[in-house]
């Protein structure tokens, strides 16, 4: 296969290209293969020092949720490099921050090259889940940050910033894996949907191929694309799994219009498990759209009929008030029932990083999707993911799983087909360590 065989995803006007990854051979025939994909766009060279201007100029520091937006743009893509040198990325993040004169947000660290590999942990201080935030505490694996899916919910738009430096990536990949055996799986991106850049970018294969020789270790692609060929061509199935955040086709058409619809991830999902990929859905995020419950039936149907993921997750709609939500969705793909709750609960869910809607709505939408998956199939693990701990306490007896027990699609020791946890994920976590042997707790979020 070449890499003119599937065009990119998207099209767009610029491509800014760090100029320290023009100076590597591997890091520029990535630039130039992106580069040659987006037909017509103006190849721009920039240093560290010029970036700051460019995030003015081009905007990114204010990019809403996209659904606020009459005319959703392409993200641009910027190509730069992962480092591994500390203090020149503190250096170089200090003096890009100092040179800054907007007034808005970017991700300064990242753009220096830092970010690489992010110490998740919730709740791991007192060895229990966070209250507000059930997850596991896990080194997660970065690409970049931004996507192109257009979903009206997510601010992740504007720019695509991406790093090249694959190879050099994978070395140090490898030294993190040696120092923390206790994690099994590693979750690839929670920021950027990575197959979206491909086969242009060309870091999925080499990440597949390398994990394909460590034994028991897993990498976990997280997307909602149908376009799977690249991963599927990797050659390279046995230690890849794939988790597709799934919705029902109102939500997928109509909300989250670049991405695959819920027919044809569900399809690209029977593909890579034809070919030997072990794969996981995450209704996620659940939007209560006017006909939710029927829409869930269907999502949930089809993906059981044709497919045999080992595990599901649920989480509704959340990270926003209910006013954010009603920016960016319009009234008729809401249910109003769902709307006067959020609203008359707004109060009590605006600064909870549950709401917008009251626990009450959101436990009514877990337990109908159960329900529907239960009658298909009645042993699948099914778990509720980044949901408060009082929703745990609820649901916990249906679901047959505690905080401490649930296996979800991208925990720490979410291997392929585990039912339960057999040890405790805080306790695990305990022995984290950065790729150079430096103790990862005091960097907890």
Same mark, same amino acid.
């Given at each position: 296969?070449?890499?003119?065989?599937?065009?990119?995803?998207?099209?767009?006007?610029?491509?800014?290209?760090?100029?320290?990854?023009?100076?590597?051979?591997?890091?520029?025939?990535?630039?130039?293969?992106?580069?040659?994909?987006?037909?017509?766009?103006?190849?721009?060279?920039?240093?560290?020092?010029?970036?700051?201007?460019?995030?003015?100029?081009?905007?990114?520091?204010?990019?809403?949720?996209?659904?606020?937006?009459?005319?959703?743009?392409?993200?641009?893509?910027?190509?730069?490099?992962?480092?591994?040198?500390?203090?020149?990325?503190?250096?170089?993040?200090?003096?890009?921050?100092?040179?800054?004169?907007?007034?808005?947000?970017?991700?300064?660290?990242?753009?220096?090259?830092?970010?690489?590999?992010?110490?998740?942990?919730?709740?791991?201080?007192?060895?229990?889940?966070?209250?507000?935030?059930?997850?596991?505490?896990?080194?997660?694996?970065?690409?970049?940050?931004?996507?192109?899916?257009?979903?009206?919910?997510?601010?992740?738009?504007?720019?695509?910033?991406?790093?090249?430096?694959?190879?050099?990536?994978?070395?140090?990949?490898?030294?993190?894996?040696?120092?923390?055996?206790?994690?099994?799986?590693?979750?690839?991106?929670?920021?950027?949907?990575?197959?979206?850049?491909?086969?242009?970018?060309?870091?999925?294969?080499?990440?597949?191929?390398?994990?394909?020789?460590?034994?028991?270790?897993?990498?976990?692609?997280?997307?909602?694309?149908?376009?799977?060929?690249?991963?599927?061509?990797?050659?390279?199935?046995?230690?890849?799994?794939?988790?597709?955040?799934?919705?029902?086709?109102?939500?997928?058409?109509?909300?989250?219009?670049?991405?695959?619809?819920?027919?044809?991830?569900?399809?690209?999902?029977?593909?890579?498990?034809?070919?030997?990929?072990?794969?996981?859905?995450?209704?996620?995020?659940?939007? *209560?759209? %006017?006909?939710?419950?029927? $829409?869930?039936? /269907?999502?949930?149907? =089809? +993906?059981?009929? !044709?497919?045999?993921?080992?595990?599901?997750?649920?989480?509704?709609?959340?990270?926003?008030?209910?006013?954010?939500?009603?920016?960016?969705?319009?009234?008729?793909?809401?249910?109003?029932?769902?709307?006067?709750?959020?609203?008359?609960?707004?109060?009590?869910?605006?600064?909870?990083?549950?709401? *917008?809607? %009251?626990?009450?709505?959101? $436990?009514?939408? /877990?337990?109908?999707? =159960? +329900?529907?998956? !239960?009658?298909?199939?009645?042993?699948?693990?099914?778990?509720?993911?980044?949901?408060?701990?009082?929703?745990?306490?609820?649901?916990?007896?249906?679901?047959?799983?505690?905080?401490?027990?649930?296996?979800?699609?991208?925990?720490?020791?979410?291997?392929?087909?585990?039912?339960?946890?057999?040890?405790?994920?805080?306790?695990?976590?305990?022995?984290?360590?950065?790729?150079?042997?430096?103790?990862?707790?005091?960097?907890?979020?």
């Amino acid at each position: 296969m070449t890499h003119d065989d599937l065009p990119l995803a998207f099209q767009p006007p610029r491509v800014y290209v760090l100029k320290d990854a023009w100076d590597r051979p591997e890091c520029a025939r990535r630039a130039e293969r992106i580069a040659e994909a987006c037909a017509g766009a103006e190849v721009r060279t920039f240093t560290y020092d010029e970036l700051p201007g460019i995030v003015v100029e081009e905007g990114w520091d204010h990019f809403p949720r996209m659904g606020e937006l009459a005319e959703v743009p392409p993200p641009i893509p910027v190509l730069s490099v992962f480092r591994f040198d500390r203090e020149a990325v503190r250096r170089d993040e200090e003096r890009m921050r100092a040179a800054y004169r907007g007034d808005g947000g970017f991700n300064w660290h990242l753009a220096a090259g830092g970010g690489a590999f992010r110490f998740f942990c919730s709740g791991l201080n007192k060895i229990r889940p966070n209250p507000e935030h059930v997850c596991r505490p896990q080194w997660r694996i970065q690409q970049g940050r931004g996507c192109p899916h257009q979903c009206a919910y997510c601010a992740l738009g504007g720019h695509l910033l991406t790093n090249v430096n694959t190879e050099e990536y994978i070395g140090r990949l490898a030294d993190l894996l040696a120092q923390n055996p206790w994690q099994k799986t590693f979750l690839y991106d929670d920021v950027m949907d990575v197959p979206t850049l491909e086969p242009q970018h060309d870091s999925l294969r080499p990440l597949m191929q390398f994990f394909e020789t460590t034994g028991d270790r897993y990498l976990i692609i997280h997307t909602k694309t149908d376009r799977v060929r690249p991963i599927i061509d990797a050659g390279a199935p046995e230690n890849t799994i794939i988790a597709w955040s799934l919705s029902g086709p109102t939500q997928s058409a109509q909300l989250e219009k670049m991405a695959g619809t819920t027919e044809t991830r569900i399809e690209a999902a029977r593909q890579c498990q034809e070919a030997g990929i072990q794969i996981r859905y995450k209704f996620k995020p659940i939007i *209560p759209v %006017p006909n939710w419950r029927d $829409e869930a039936a /269907y999502a949930v149907d =089809l +993906a059981l009929s !044709r497919t045999q993921p080992d595990n599901l997750s649920m989480t509704a709609l959340m990270w926003m008030g209910i006013e954010d939500v009603r920016a960016c969705i319009p009234d008729e793909l809401l249910d109003p029932e769902f709307v006067r709750a959020g609203e008359n609960a707004d109060a009590q869910t605006r600064s909870a990083r549950t709401g *917008p809607f %009251p626990a009450e709505f959101r $436990e009514q939408i /877990y337990r109908h999707y =159960l +329900a529907e998956i !239960r009658k298909r199939d009645p042993d699948i693990p099914v778990a509720i993911s980044t949901e408060s701990l009082d929703m745990w306490k609820s649901l916990a007896p249906d679901l047959g799983f505690t905080p401490a027990t649930y296996v979800c699609g991208c925990g720490a020791g979410a291997t392929p087909g585990k039912r339960a946890l057999d040890t405790s994920p805080w306790d695990d976590a305990r022995n984290a360590r950065t790729w150079d042997g430096r103790p990862a707790v005091p960097g907890c979020d």
